[in-house]
Protein backbone atom coordinates (compact mmCIF):
# COMPACT_ATOMS: atom_id res chain seq x y z
CA UNK A 1 0.00 0.00 0.00
CA UNK A 2 1.54 3.26 -1.18
CA UNK A 3 1.44 6.80 1.29
CA UNK A 4 -1.87 8.14 -0.86
CA UNK A 5 -3.60 4.67 0.15
CA UNK A 6 -2.58 4.04 3.76
CA UNK A 7 -3.70 8.40 3.82
CA UNK A 8 -7.36 7.39 1.82
CA UNK A 9 -7.65 4.03 4.22
CA UNK A 10 -6.48 6.19 7.37
CA UNK A 11 -9.18 9.48 6.48
CA UNK A 12 -12.41 6.46 6.08
CA UNK A 13 -11.40 4.96 9.00
CA UNK A 14 -11.25 8.36 10.70
CA UNK A 15 -13.96 9.22 9.11
CA UNK A 16 -16.43 6.03 10.63
CA UNK A 17 -14.75 6.46 14.02
CA UNK A 18 -15.43 10.03 14.10
CA UNK A 19 -18.33 10.20 17.12
CA UNK A 20 -16.76 7.47 18.85
CA UNK A 21 -13.41 9.49 18.92
CA UNK A 22 -15.15 12.61 19.68
CA UNK A 23 -17.34 10.82 22.38
CA UNK A 24 -14.61 9.60 24.19
CA UNK A 25 -12.11 12.20 23.82
CA UNK A 26 -13.84 14.81 26.31
CA UNK A 27 -13.07 14.42 30.11
CA UNK A 28 -15.95 14.49 31.49
CA UNK A 29 -17.02 11.57 29.46
CA UNK A 30 -14.11 9.79 30.07
CA UNK A 31 -14.76 10.35 34.15
CA UNK A 32 -17.88 8.37 33.47
CA UNK A 33 -17.09 5.88 31.23
CA UNK A 34 -14.09 4.93 33.77
CA UNK A 35 -16.61 4.93 36.29
CA UNK A 36 -18.65 2.46 34.03
CA UNK A 37 -15.63 0.31 33.22
CA UNK A 38 -14.55 -0.34 37.14
CA UNK A 39 -18.01 -1.52 37.16
CA UNK A 40 -17.59 -5.96 38.53
CA UNK A 41 -21.26 -6.29 37.36
CA UNK A 42 -21.57 -4.92 34.07
CA UNK A 43 -24.88 -6.72 33.25
CA UNK A 44 -26.41 -4.93 36.19
CA UNK A 45 -25.81 -1.70 35.02
CA UNK A 46 -25.55 1.84 37.31
CA UNK A 47 -28.01 5.01 38.28
CA UNK A 48 -27.25 8.48 37.16
CA UNK A 49 -26.65 8.87 40.88
CA UNK A 50 -24.27 6.70 41.73
CA UNK A 51 -22.01 7.28 38.30
CA UNK A 52 -22.92 11.17 39.42
CA UNK A 53 -21.23 9.96 43.29
CA UNK A 54 -18.16 8.09 41.89
CA UNK A 55 -17.38 10.85 39.24
CA UNK A 56 -17.96 13.82 42.30
CA UNK A 57 -19.64 15.17 39.16
CA UNK A 58 -23.50 16.70 39.36
CA UNK A 59 -26.67 14.56 38.24
CA UNK A 60 -27.82 16.79 35.15
CA UNK A 61 -23.99 16.32 33.79
CA UNK A 62 -23.88 12.40 34.04
CA UNK A 63 -27.64 12.16 32.23
CA UNK A 64 -26.03 14.69 29.75
CA UNK A 65 -22.87 12.78 28.85
CA UNK A 66 -24.88 9.75 29.35
CA UNK A 67 -26.61 10.74 26.53
CA UNK A 68 -24.31 10.75 24.25
CA UNK A 69 -22.11 8.30 25.09
CA UNK A 70 -25.70 6.23 24.39
CA UNK A 71 -25.64 7.96 20.99
CA UNK A 72 -22.44 6.16 20.05
CA UNK A 73 -23.06 2.86 20.99
CA UNK A 74 -20.31 3.11 23.81
CA UNK A 75 -22.93 2.65 26.97
CA UNK A 76 -26.00 0.31 27.06
CA UNK A 77 -29.57 1.53 29.08
CA UNK A 78 -31.25 -1.34 30.72
CA UNK A 79 -34.76 -0.27 32.52
CA UNK A 80 -36.34 -2.41 35.28
CA UNK A 81 -39.71 -0.30 36.08
CA UNK A 82 -39.06 3.63 36.43
CA UNK A 83 -35.42 3.04 37.31
CA UNK A 84 -32.84 2.90 34.86
CA UNK A 85 -29.45 1.14 34.51
CA UNK A 86 -26.20 2.17 32.81
CA UNK A 87 -23.35 -0.35 31.75
CA UNK A 88 -20.18 -0.39 29.75
CA UNK A 89 -21.39 -1.51 26.05
CA UNK A 90 -18.94 -4.99 25.98
CA UNK A 91 -19.93 -5.92 22.49
CA UNK A 92 -16.51 -6.09 21.07
CA UNK A 93 -17.39 -4.89 17.30
CA UNK A 94 -17.16 -1.01 18.21
CA UNK A 95 -13.99 -1.20 20.14
CA UNK A 96 -12.16 -4.17 17.38
CA UNK A 97 -12.96 -1.36 14.64
CA UNK A 98 -11.73 1.43 16.76
CA UNK A 99 -8.36 -0.89 17.86
CA UNK A 100 -7.90 -1.72 13.98
CA UNK A 101 -7.88 1.80 13.32
CA UNK A 102 -5.25 2.56 15.59
CA UNK A 103 -3.53 -0.24 14.90
CA UNK A 104 -3.33 1.05 10.91
CA UNK A 105 -1.94 4.61 13.03
CA UNK A 106 0.80 3.22 14.61
CA UNK A 107 2.09 1.47 11.47
CA UNK A 108 1.83 4.39 9.04
CA UNK A 109 3.81 6.03 11.83
CA UNK A 110 6.13 3.81 12.38
CA UNK A 111 7.14 3.33 8.58
CA UNK A 112 7.12 6.68 8.23
CA UNK A 113 9.78 6.81 10.86
CA UNK A 114 11.73 3.90 9.69
CA UNK A 115 11.98 6.32 6.31
CA UNK A 116 13.27 8.84 8.22
CA UNK A 117 15.75 7.13 10.09
CA UNK A 118 16.76 5.95 6.48
CA UNK A 119 17.54 9.41 5.05
CA UNK A 120 19.59 10.44 8.08
CA UNK A 121 22.03 7.42 7.83
Known amino acids: MNCMDNCLAL???????????????????????????????????????????????SR??????????????????????TKSYYSMNAETEIWDELHALLGRVCAVVHRAQEKGAEKWM
Not at 23 to 50: M, S, Y
Not at 63 to 81: A, C, F, P
Open 11 to 57: AQGFAKERELLWALGEQTRQQVFLVLLEQEDQNGGLRVGEIAQRAHL
Open 60 to 81: PAVSHHLRILRQTGIVRLRKMG
